[in-house]
């Protein structure tokens, strides 16, 4: 009989056995930055998470640094909304803004900014629209405008989660013909229209304002499409992929990083964050342990980054 337990006995031998370990440096924080002054609104049903005015985001920043983990997801909220979500395009747009200001402030963090249009267009959703059809190849110059804009404005990565086909291809020609062609692109490549988004559209103001966004995001009973989606970004130059949302997907990013030799990373979404502190508020779960565990799973299956909102808590824990 093999006694796996002599393995196990305590904390030492246990701690030298451990296969995945989590640091700082795999984790990416959201912020949400919006238009005005003095501004730190808390995100009700993301307990710990606020909106922050781009004078107040040194309040954040500094935590960031502090803690060293690898960098910050930026979503910029603007005070005015138009059918071609021109604020995400503007130079001097919310989130063109807030990259100046960190780059000023704190030029060491990187600066991930998600290129989509659902935060920025009138009707909520991710693209174009005609009636109620969402259009995909007429988006595509709108996504590479915003993606260059904020290249322009000193970010270090763009992050595309439109779910748009051959966005990947058209970004990457955009910013390549407008000499960032050392800006790497991290694809939202598996992401699933999941009802885990729930809070980051109370947090971002992007709730469509009619119907839903299946017709473009991934239906989540679905796995080999996933790898199709993953492998036709990699085709298309994305530098690392993504597979959105993490703790009901994980199945799908182990089998992403079993047939893909690309980076992965994964959103381990505001929903997810949302029901752990829930839980945690009411005393039915040790927050700390669970934190810890479901981070570890992300790694574990695959994950080389991990975009979440306890990056900062996760820090102290590990």
């Known amino acids: ?3 796996f337990r002599r393995l196990r006995r305590d904390d030492r031998i246990r701690s030298i056995m451990q296969e995945t370990r989590l640091h ?9 930055v919006i238009e005005g002054e003095n501004i730190k609104n808390p995100v009700e049903s993301m307990p710990g998470i606020f909106q922050y005015s781009i004078d107040r985001l040194e309040e954040i920043l500094e935590q960031v640094k502090e803690a060293g983990i ?3 997801m930026l979503f910029g909220i603007p ?8 604020q995400a395009y ?11 200001f960190i780059k000023e402030k704190y030029p060491d963090i990187y600066i991930v900014v998600d290129i989509c249009l659902c935060e920025y267009t009138s009707h909520g959703h991710c693209g174009m629209v005609k009636g109620e059809e969402i259009l995909n190849d007429e988006t595509l110059p709108y996504l590479v405008k915003m993606a260059v804009s904020l290249a322009e404005a000193g970010a270090d990565m ?8 051959g966005r990947v291809a058209a970004i990457r020609e955009g910013l390549d013909q407008a000499g960032f062609t050392q800006m790497p692109i991290m694809a939202y490549s598996a992401k699933f229209a999941s009802a885990y988004y729930g809070p980051f559209r109370d947090a971002a103001h992007s709730a469509p304002g009619f119907g839903d966004r299946k017709s473009y995001q991934m239906d989540f009973a679905n796995g080999q499409e996933a790898l199709r989606e993953i492998d036709a970004d990699i085709e298309e130059g994305a530098d690392i992929v993504m597979v959105k949302p993490a703790l009901a997907y994980l199945d799908v990013l182990k089998e992403a990083a079993l047939t893909f030799d690309a980076p992965l990373a994964v959103y381990n979404v505001s929903g997810e964050y949302a029901m ?3 839980a945690a508020a009411n005393g039915w779960i040790d927050e700390k342990r669970i934190v810890i565990e479901n981070l570890t799973a992300m790694k574990r299956a695959g994950a080389k980054i991990i ?3 306890h990056a900062l808590d996760a820090v102290r824990w590990i």
């Open 1 to 3: 009989m093999y006694r």
């Open 24 to 32: 700082p440096k795999d984790f990416i924080y959201p912020i949400f």
């Open 70 to 72: 690898g960098g910050i």
């Open 79 to 86: 005070l005015h909304k138009d059918p071609q979500g021109s």
């Open 90 to 100: 503007a130079k001097e747009g919310i989130t063109q803004r807030a990259v100046r």
């Open 158 to 165: 763009a992050a595309p989660s439109d779910m748009m086909d």
């Open 276 to 278: 752990v502190k829930a």
């Open 307 to 309: 975009i979440t909102y």
